[in-house]
């Protein structure tokens, strides 16, 4: 879990609403479904009117990777792949043909498979490296839509704020109701502004880091392979992928290292 997601949205609400029942208010005030279907159509609308749909649908699904962090399953993709440099260096890279089943990510079977096919290490660079530069171009589509709908959301906020003005100027009669009129309106600017600020744009922030990430231990499983088609030091070889992993201690070897 990652603690600085969730404690951050805890934070922001709870300081929002603090403040403003230290002023006086109430939670009530601001709890108008009106402003929030105003506010969360339009910015929908728009996005999905920008964006094709399976890619919105794909930011939707992968908004959960902002309150988990992969660092524990890199770890193990490490070990994994020093295992296997073990193994290969005793019995073969062919041996590793028998392990294909244990490698659930889609992209280390793939290379693996490519060197255990007796590819050529630059071969095997140039197939991955291509096939992870077309999924990171699909990937920084995700944050876009966020980005995106952070750009929307306060404007649609203002367009309900004036929806909402033009329906207390009929009420002109009682300054009483222009009063809660007004008030009322304006809520349609908070829902909008902190849409695009207490979410939209924090979450792309967050998935821009998390795509990286992920890239990063892409980089580090390409890396890996080839270091094992050429034969390096199982040691040696672990010492280069850990710095592909910001921070983490050293891990256990699983197996003694050939020599």
Do not use: W
């Amino acid at each position: 879990m990652d603690i600085a997601s969730i404690g951050g949205i805890i934070v922001a609400i709870l300081g929002i609403l603090a403040g403003m029942m230290i002023e006086g208010g109430s939670v009530s005030q601001i709890t108008q479904p009106t402003a929030a279907l105003i506010v969360i159509g339009g910015t929908t609308g728009a996005v999905l009117l920008q964006f094709p749909l399976k890619i919105v649908l794909a930011a939707l699904r992968q908004m959960f990777k902002i309150f988990f962090s992969g660092k524990e399953d890199n770890e193990e993709v490490l070990k994994q792949l020093v295992q296997f440099a073990n193994k290969a260096r005793k019995s073969g890279i062919v041996s590793l043909d028998q392990d294909l089943s244990s490698v659930e990510d889609p992209f280390f079977r793939q290379a693996l498979m490519l060197a255990i096919d007796g590819m050529e290490p630059s071969e095997v660079r140039k197939i991955m490296q291509m096939e992870l530069d077309n999924k990171s171009e699909m990937e920084e589509k995700i944050p876009q839509v966020f980005e995106a709908a952070g750009g929307y959301s306060p404007t649609v906020g203002i367009i309900g704020a004036v929806l909402g003005l033009i329906q207390v100027m009929q009420h002109l009669d009682n300054i009483t109701e222009v009063g809660r009129g007004i008030a009322v309106a304006f809520v349609a600017t908070i829902y909008g502004v902190g849409l695009a600020n207490l979410i939209c744009l924090p979450v792309a922030g967050k998935l821009k880091i998390r795509h990286r990430e992920e890239q990063m231990v892409k980089e580090m499983i390409l890396e890996g392979v080839i270091s094992i088609l050429e034969g390096m030091n199982p040691r040696m070889m672990e010492t280069k992928l850990r710095t592909f992993l910001a921070d983490g201690h050293a891990v256990e070897m699983t197996a003694e290292v050939a020599v």
